[in-house]
């Protein structure tokens, strides 16, 4: 299995931008889709930005237009850009890998803290 390692969390004043890192132990080439999800204090888990094996996006309305997510396959590492950052975004963030079929998995990293202060 994939094991998923997320980093670039950290403090940031609102407005400010933020990339984050989930780098995969082994090729993403074939993993169907991989997420970005965040969980703030007290609140569900929530899709941030998911990108599919053939570069298909879709994002959260509340972050469209600021975040943008991407894949380097060459590299195994699934990126966040997250500009104009604001208080409310912040929260943990998961890196989060599934592939459907046969030997069908969802795998979840760590998480990294994201703060943005007023």
């Known amino acids: 299995q994939v094991q998923l390692v997320e980093s670039g969390g950290g403090l940031v004043q609102a407005g400010g931008s933020l990339r984050l890192s989930c780098a995969a132990s082994?090729?993403?080439?074939?993993?169907?889709?991989m997420g970005w999800y965040r969980q703030a204090p007290g609140k569900e888990r929530e899709l941030v930005a998911g990108?599919?094996?053939?570069?298909?996006?879709n994002y959260a309305s509340s972050v469209k237009g600021r975040f943008t997510i991407s894949r380097d396959n060459a590299k195994n590492t699934v990126y966040l850009q997250m500009n104009s950052l604001k208080p409310e975004d912040t929260a943990v963030y998961y890196c989060?890998?599934?592939?459907?079929?046969?030997?069908?998995?969802?795998?979840w990293g760590q998480g990294t803290q994201v703060t943005v202060s007023s």
């Open positions: 990108i599919s094996h053939g570069g298909n996006t």
């Open positions: 082994r090729s993403i080439f074939s993993i169907h889709f």
């Open positions: 989060n890998a599934k592939t459907y079929g046969v030997g069908a998995y969802d795998l």
